[in-house]
Nanobody, 131 residues
């Protein structure tokens, strides 16, 4: 079972950067996947990025968006989402989520980004981009 706690959200001005943290606990073997999602009011939840705990390999749902970077601290297991050049349309609740993949297709087939692809969720952290 995974426990996930997000932090680092807040109010920032357009063009600013922000780094979100996801404290991960409850795992015994280092083979889980951690991903970041966001959901804006009135919109569907959007998958952003995923990282493999065993070796730090990253996967991005939208390869054309290079403003967001997922990373991790191997020692602590904390996963980060660094967001650059934030815009008002980035305003949303940001969630980290975790799962235990059973095959490589979980990553290569973007199953991590699909509804039901993640079994454990944090409570979310709000990011508001406004001048």
């Amino acid at each position: 079972q995974l426990q996930l706690v997000e932090s680092g959200g807040g109010l920032v001005q357009p063009g600013a950067s922000l780094k979100l943290s996801c404290a991960v606990s409850g795992y015994t073997l280092n083979w889980h996947a951690i991903a970041w999602f966001r959901q804006a009011p009135g919109k569907e939840r959007e998958a952003l990025a995923c990282i493999e705990s065993k070796d730090g390999t990253t996967h991005y749902k939208n390869s054309g968006n290079d403003r967001f970077t997922i990373s991790r601290d191997k020692a602590s297991g904390t996963v980060y989402l660094t967001m650059d050049a934030l815009q008002p349309e980035d305003t949303a609740e940001y969630f980290c989520a975790g799962s235990y993949p059973t095959s490589r297709t979980y990553y290569t087939g973007n199953f991590w980004a699909a509804p039901g692809g993640m079994g454990y969720w944090g409570q979310g952290t709000q990011v508001t981009v406004s001048s």
